[in-house]
Structure formats: structure tokens, C-alpha cells
């Protein structure tokens, strides 16, 4: 069975640059997660997907994080623009209808803002 | 949720038992305890979880203690694969957001 895929693995951007990071969950997971995670930190969450909807972005900044997950399979989080404290890691992760709290976590996305 | 709280650090000599403490004193009675572990440039793994009886998998043991107050993570045989960030998490089964503390360090010692 594949894992949680995510792209890129590394990405360096100057600040005020856009990014953008992509997702693809297991097959017949229908909640995806972004977590984001700060060096000697746990992973906190940025964004709970059911399907198509966003069912929790409290803790998404929305001035400048986006994100989306059209047909309710790949999903994409965005930043524009990007500030010197967006360095970090980003974690996907998604899990089966019903079994949220046993999460499948992709291996992340390290961005680094100059 | 009910709050956990774990060693930051722990060293086990490789082919020892490693046994990894958890204290979550205000637990209530519909909330498990899960364990996720964090190796190095990867995202995190989910090991095991459990309510009040010990559970045990292909890659661990977890103790509840009879008041559930705490829990030990017991890799039975540790590895230098093994060194990794441990998270002992409480949550009600089915919820669906995690909360990561800060976890345990665990440095396996060749």
C-alpha cells in the first residue's frame, strides 16, 4: 500500500515569494491534515479536510495560507507570501472515515524562507 | 483534552527494553492514549493506543496503569532504528485532531 506522498520534500524561497506544497493521501482516506512543524517542536494542525470540506482551519492563518483539496483526494497549501517565520517543516497526513486519531503522516515538506 | 507529560530525554543501550513513561493525571474515562513516534526527517508513525487494558502489536507493549494516570510504551528489544521522538497523546477515539506535545527523545546507545 503506498504512503501519503508529498512534494517537494526541500524548498528554499526568498520571503515575500509564493509557495505552494502538494499532497497525495491513501486511497480511501477521506480526511486529510496539514500540520505544520517547528524545529523541536510536535506537529500542530493548520487544516482538517473531510472530503472536499474544510471542517477545521482555525489555526490556518488565512491572511496568507491557502489551501485546497479538489474531489476530495490530492490537496495543495499555499503561502503568499511567504515570511521569514514560515521556516518549517509541513506535514499531510490522512486517515479512514471513523479512525481519525490513527493518522498516516507523509514524509513533509521542509521550507526554508530567506 | 487531557494534558500529558513526558521525559524530554531517555537513553537505552541497544537490545535492552526501552520503557517510555506518560503521565496524564486528568484523563477522562472515554479518552485512549495513544502513542506516535517521530524518526529523524520523517513524519511521524503511529505505534499503538489504548483505553485501560495493556495492548501489545508487532511493535510494542502499552501499559495503562489500573487508575489510567499513566502509561509506559515498552519496545521490547530496542534498535538503533528505534531512536526517535516518542508522543504520548490522549484523545477521545474517532476525534479526528491531534494535539503533539514535545515528546521523548529516545537514543538508542550502540
Known amino acids: 500500500e503506498a504512503g501519503v506522498v508529498q512534494s517537494p520534500r526541500y524548498k528554499i524561497i526568498e520571503k515575500k515569494q509564493p509557495v505552494a506544497f502538494w499532497c497525495n493521501p491513501i486511497s480511501g482516506h477521506n480526511t486529510l491534515y496539514w500540520y505544520r512543524q517547528n524545529l523541536g517542536q510536535g506537529p500542530e494542525l493548520l487544516i482538517r479536510?473531510?472530503?472536499?470540506?474544510?471542517?477545521?482551519d482555525s489555526q490556518l492563518p488565512k491572511d496568507r495560507f491557502s489551501a485546497e483539496r479538489l474531489k476530495g483526494v490530492d490537496s495543495t497549501l499555499k503561502i503568499q507570501p511567504a515570511e521569514l517565520g514560515d521556516s518549517a517543516v509541513y506535514l499531510c497526513?490522512?486517515?479512514?472515515?471513523?479512525?481519525?486519531?490513527?493518522?498516516?503522516f507523509g514524509p513533509g515538506t521542509r521550507l526554508t524562507v530567506l | 483534552d487531557a494534558k500529558t507529560t513526558q521525559p524530554t530525554s531517555m537513553d537505552c543501550a541497544e537490545g535492552r527494553a526501552a520503557n517510555l513513561p506518560c503521565n496524564h493525571s486528568t484523563i477522562s474515562g472515554n479518552e485512549y492514549v495513544y502513542w506516535y513516534r517521530q524518526i529523524h526527517s520523517q513524519g511521524p508513525q503511529y505505534i499503538i493506543h489504548g483505553l485501560k487494558n495493556n495492548e501489545t502489536n508487532e511493535m510494542a507493549s502499552l501499559i495503562i496503569t489500573e487508575d489510567r494516570k499513566s502509561s509506559t510504551l515498552i519496545l521490547p528489544h530496542a534498535t538503533l532504528r528505534d531512536t526517535a521522538v516518542y508522543y504520548c497523546i490522549v484523545r477521545v477515539t474517532g476525534a479526528n485532531n491531534l494535539f503533539f506535545g514535545t515528546g521523548t527523545r529516545l537514543t538508542v546507545i550502540p
Open positions: 479536510y473531510e472530503n472536499e470540506e474544510a471542517v477545521d
Open positions: 497526513a490522512s486517515s479512514q472515515p471513523g479512525r481519525g486519531a490513527e493518522q498516516f
